[in-house]
């Protein structure tokens, strides 16, 4: 569909759910879900601000308890990024943080898995990346990733995971730019993966592929250079 009458579909919903009606939080994440679509489509400033408006509204309608309070979180840490990307402002990166900060009080204290929130946008933004070719994406991803790194040391269930992830992304990188540092520290993280997951590991086999691909791509590229 064309992104402008996707936008006024879209808005034409929400007319009909004027505040008060038990969908407005839904119809008001459609419209800026759309707007949104539209800014990543043609760059229109005023979409990105009024997508990122509609966000914050549809969350004030999902309070803590809410089954879709911690999409809105993500929906919305997604839009900041973008908006503090195209604009600079640094005041979207510290909001787009406290809200990866604030899906974390979703989850109940001491579970174990509440950094999900942060590896979850990292995911999306690595996810949207790999679609669209958006490298500002890629960098959000790969920042995340290391905050989520921070949050699982050594010792931790998920410390080898996040070190795969990590290191998946800075390999992407290194495809999209050809930074040497980033491949090296790829296969940095992949070998520290590895050892995390002896034989019989269910991750083994994946973490070998990974590293494989990785050491192939230096050899490869050390054969050019020589």
């Not at 909001?95 to 604030?102: H, N, Q, T, W």
């Not at 590991?201 to 054969?223: K, P």
């Amino acid at each position: 569909m064309d992104p402008t009458n996707d936008v006024s579909d879209k808005r034409a919903e929400l007319e009909r759910c004027p505040p008060g009606h038990n969908d407005r939080d839904h119809a008001l994440n459609e419209l800026a879900e759309a707007l949104y679509d539209r800014f990543r489509a043609e760059g229109k400033i005023d979409d990105m601000e009024e997508a990122t408006a509609l966000y914050r509204e549809a969350l004030e309608l999902r309070p803590s308890g809410h089954p879709d309070r911690s999409s809105s979180f993500r929906y919305l840490v997604l839009c900041l990024l973008d908006r503090c990307d195209n604009q600079g402002v640094v005041a979207d990166l510290v909001e787009a943080v406290i809200c990866g900060r604030a899906t974390l009080e979703l989850r109940p204290t001491g579970d174990s898995n509440q950094d999900a929130s942060l590896h979850n946008v990292a995911r999306d933004l690595r996810t949207r990346f790999r679609e669209q070719a958006a490298v500002q994406d890629l960098d959000w991803a790969i920042k995340l990733n290391q905050a989520v790194l921070e949050l699982r040391p050594s010792g931790h269930s998920h410390h080898s995971s996040s070190l795969r992830n990590l290191a998946l992304c800075l390999s992407d990188r290194y495809k999209n730019r050809g930074a040497v540092a980033d491949l090296e520290e790829a296969i940095t993280l992949g070998r520290a993966a590895l050892e995390l997951c002896p034989p019989g590991h269910r991750d083994r086999d994946t973490s070998l592929h990974n590293l494989a691909r990785d050491l192939r791509t230096r050899t490869s590229c050390r054969a050019g250079l020589g």
